[in-house]
Structures are given as C-alpha cells and as structure tokens.
C-alpha cells in the first residue's frame, strides 16, 4: 500500500523511476510505490534532476525542496518534499 509521511512541514514517500518514457507522468501506483515517467535517461543525474523537477512542479514548491532521500543511483527511490502536502500528492496522482 502506497505511504506518504507527512511531518515537520514535508512529506516522504518511495518513487520507482521510469527514465526514457515517451512523457513525464505521476502516476500509477505499483505496490508501495508512486511510479514516475520521465523523458530523461539516466545518465549523469540527469533523471534525478528532471525527477525534483517535476515533483516540484506538480507540488508547487521550490526544485530545492524536493530532496532523494535514498536511492540516488537506482530507480527505487525515497523522496522528501518540503512544503508540500499529502492530499496534494494524492490529487495528482493518475491512476
């Protein structure tokens, strides 16, 4: 079941990265984690920085924010977002 913690004004939840998707999306859950398609491949960061991008946008918080927690080098990864609310998340999530 998909978690999200929410406390000392950020949230925490687990992410599997698709890189190399045909477009950015949010979006379904797979077991405990919050699948993201994203364009960029991942090479040199670059999909960990489209990563923060995008949940930065959707969450409407600062790039600077949204911090990987754990799993920088894999596509499982644990996100922390400052700012940002759990009902916001779950509004914009597609399922």
Not at 59 to 68: F, N, P, S, T
Request: aromatic letters at 4%; glycine letters at 10%.
């Amino acid at each position: 079941m998909f978690e999200v913690c929410e406390g000392e004004g950020a949230i925490t939840f687990n992410v599997q990265v698709v890189p190399r998707a045909s477009r950015e999306r949010l979006g379904p859950l797979l077991g405990d984690r919050l699948k993201v398609q994203l364009c960029a491949p991942p090479v040199d960061g670059a999909a960990n920085e489209a990563l923060r991008a995008l949940l930065a946008k959707v969450l409407g918080v600062a790039r600077r924010d949204v911090e990987i927690v754990r799993g920088e080098t894999g596509r499982k990864k644990t996100v922390r977002v400052v700012g940002a609310s759990r009902a916001r998340l779950l509004g914009i999530v597609e399922y």
